[in-house]
């Protein structure tokens, strides 16, 4: 595996240090009925509650206010099908500079509005990963704005671990630590994290089954390319990168794949009990832990719900 440079805690820290005064510092919230249902104890670090709905308000945060003055001047660009999107358009408002967002057509509407509503410049493009890069290139030549990567981006993953490092500070006893993992930005961070605070904590992933390239690529120790993905969960689309498939497989203990109803049902289980929303990708951690039921009977889990920026017209419930 190439020589990539892996974030350190140290690392994690400084990040959590320069994005605190721009994102919340969000809740962790349990459920009697939950745990009933899970036979364990969970603990659910609440990102639903975060900046533009979502976890990758942190990462983007730390990634904008870590460029010097002139590159911050040309702004920043990437393409994403909406919440690292609608992240790096709040960052760069904060920051004070040009969004600029190569987005899918077929994005979903609550997204496609956030990101308008930061103020980012978007067009449009197919919901093809060679018209997003073709795009984003487009951009780049025109404006000279730095690209920055939705997961497979060294501060990007520093600002992801922030969730684990607060979670872990609001409840230090966990056995178990579980996040949803597409693109392995905020896997990445919350192993890196984890497995410092705690050398034997268990570090798992969700993932669905019908976007598996993590879970393929962690079992054969090589990156497997990505087969169409066709998920509720449309926050796990993207394909490992480099970065991040290098960093889960040093710190992630096991990634656990699950099927479309178990992520309905799961998302539909957290709505109704816990009285929060979450979107698809949130649910799909839960519906890991109650898949293994067995393997996490007694313990204690911090579950990452990674955001809530559900379609309301278009719930799969």
Known sequence: MEDLKIPSFEDIEKAHIRIEPYIHRTPVMSSSAINEIAGCKL???????????AF??????????????EEAAKGVATHSSGNHAAALALAAMKRGIKAYIAMPETAPEVKKKAVAGYGAEIRYCKPTLES???TLNQ??????ATFIHAYNDFNIVCGQGTAARELMQQQGDLDIIVAPVGGGGLLSGTAIWAKHEKPDITVIAGEPENADDAYRSFVSG????????????????????RLTFKIICKY?????????????????????RM??????????????????KEEFRGKKAGIIVSGGNADLRKLPF
């Open 275 to 292: 009285k929060i929303i979450v979107e698809p990708s949130s649910a799909v951690a839960l519906a890991a832990v109650i898949k293994r």
């Open 222 to 241: 090589e990156l497997q390319p990505a087969v169409p993905p066709n998920t509720v969960a449309d926050g796990l689309l993207m394909p490992l990168g």
């Open 56 to 69: 990758k308000a942190r990462g983007a945060i730390n990634a904008v206010f870590s460029l010097k003055e």
């Open 252 to 272: 992630t203990d096991e990634i656990i794949t699950v099927d479309e109803p178990a992520i309905v049902s799961a998302m539909q289980l957290i709505w109704e």
């Open 139 to 144: 951009i780049i030549r025109e404006t000279g």
């Open 43 to 53: 603990y659910f670090k609440c990102e639903n509650f975060q900046k533009a709905g």
């Open 132 to 134: 997003r890069e073709e």
